[in-house]
Each structure stands twice: as structure tokens, then as C-alpha cells.
């Protein structure tokens, strides 16, 4: 399975400001995503990052808010933008592996004040 | 849309089998998966099972699909309390797109 990495692993930010996390992979993948889970809650896709294009965006998220890169097959990132309490929540990002399952990385604890 | 449902909360003592249960609404469901997470961690694959399977073994984990309801169960046999997590039920058909359950948090008394 391929070992998965997000950095910062928490971050405490300010309203208003913004956070960019880091993922990357120990192998070449196809299928990155990006998922969302709000505290106590369970996890809500956030978007799908294609290499070489745009990433595809779930309802309900836009990239505005949530703007994506994926410059090459084993890194992406997502940029959390103009931050509100609200936006408290880790958020994971995890890979397709062979078209049968998700591998996710350790997740990122965000906390805005 | 697509729905998954399962129980918030089982307790058991250490040493008996785990039952945690999920069920889903998409009939066109591939695969269904269960993962692990624990305390300030991210998410752990256990397992997975097709949906042209009725039961697959792996340890101490079994899975039981029964497609007719859409009943999934994760028995999880000789629970330590190492196992004490959340375990969330995920269903998909082939978009790659994972729909979870809200979770349940599995306590192991001693």
C-alpha cells in the first residue's frame, strides 16, 4: 500500500488568513482526493485532484474556498481559503490504489480562532 | 442519494467478539470497505469485500455482506483493547467516490 504523508499534521490560524496542506505519496497514483471531516462528524469528499487539469469539485465545495494543485503523480495540496471558525476540521487526503481502494494520509487538524 | 447508516456507539468487554453493523442504500455499490481510526489518527484500511461476495475472513476480522437487505457487518473476534476506535463503514461503485457512515466508536472495557 502506498505510505502516505500530510504536512502540517495541525495548525492553529487566524480568521480571515489561509492554509495550504501538503500531501504526498511514496509512488506515482493516479486518483488523489480530498476529504473533509468536521469535528465528530464522518468524512465528506472535498474534490478529486487530476494531474494536469482542474481539480473536480464535490457539491457544496468550490474552488474558490478550496483551490487545488496537482503539479505531478505523487503531490497535491489544498488551500483552505479566508478561514472561519466553521472551517475547524481535519482534513485528509488519500489515494486510489489499483481502482479498488483509498489509502489516506494521517489528516490535518485545523483549528481557526 | 447514497446513504450509509450505523450504530454511534458499542461497548464490550475485552476478550468477547465485536459486531459493529452498517447498512447503505446504493444498490449499484462495487465494493464496501471498513476502516479504522483511531485517537488523533487518520484513516486505517481493515478491509474490503466485493459485492459478488457474501463473506470474506481475514484474522480476526470477518465481513458479511448481505447484498438482498444491504447489510454489512464487521465481527471483530477477541476484541483487545488495542481495537477500541472508530470504525466507519464506506460503500462505492466504480467512480472511485467513497460514501461513509457517520461511524461507530467501539469501547473495550478491560
Known amino acids: 500500500s502506498a505510505v502516505i504523508s500530510q504536512k502540517p499534521s495541525r495548525d492553529i490560524c487566524q480568521r480571515g488568513t489561509s492554509l495550504t496542506i501538503q500531501c504526498q505519496v511514496d509512488?506515482?497514483?493516479?486518483?488523489m482526493f480530498w476529504y473533509r471531516q468536521q469535528p465528530g462528524q464522518s468524512l465528506t469528499l472535498i474534490a478529486t485532484a487530476n494531474q494536469g487539469s482542474e481539480a473536480t469539485y464535490e457539491s457544496g465545495f468550490v474552488i474558490d474556498k478550496f483551490p487545488i494543485s496537482r503539479p505531478n503523480l505523487t503531490f497535491s495540496t489544498l488551500t483552505v481559503s479566508n478561514l472561519s471558525p466553521e472551517d475547524s476540521s481535519i482534513y485528509l487526503c488519500s489515494v486510489e490504489d489499483e481502482g479498488l481502494t483509498q489509502y489516506f494520509g494521517p489528516g490535518t487538524r485545523l483549528t481557526v480562532l | 442519494g447514497e446513504d450509509v447508516e450505523q450504530s454511534l456507539f458499542l461497548s464490550v468487554r475485552e476478550g468477547d467478539s465485536s459486531v459493529i453493523n452498517c447498512t447503505y442504500t446504493d444498490s449499484s455499490s462495487t465494493y464496501l470497505y471498513w476502516y479504522k481510526q483511531e485517537p488523533g489518527a487518520g484513516l486505517q484500511l481493515l478491509t474490503y469485500i466485493f459485492s459478488n461476495m457474501d463473506m470474506k475472513q481475514d484474522q480476526r476480522l470477518t465481513v458479511l455482506l448481505n447484498k438482498k437487505d444491504k447489510h454489512l457487518s464487521l465481527r471483530i473476534a477477541d476484541t483487545q483493547t488495542g481495537d477500541s476506535a472508530i470504525y466507519f463503514c464506506a460503500e462505492s461503485d466504480s467512480s472511485y467516490k467513497l460514501i461513509f457512515g457517520s461511524g461507530t466508536r467501539l469501547l473495550v472495557r478491560p
Open positions: 509512488s506515482q497514483v493516479t486518483m
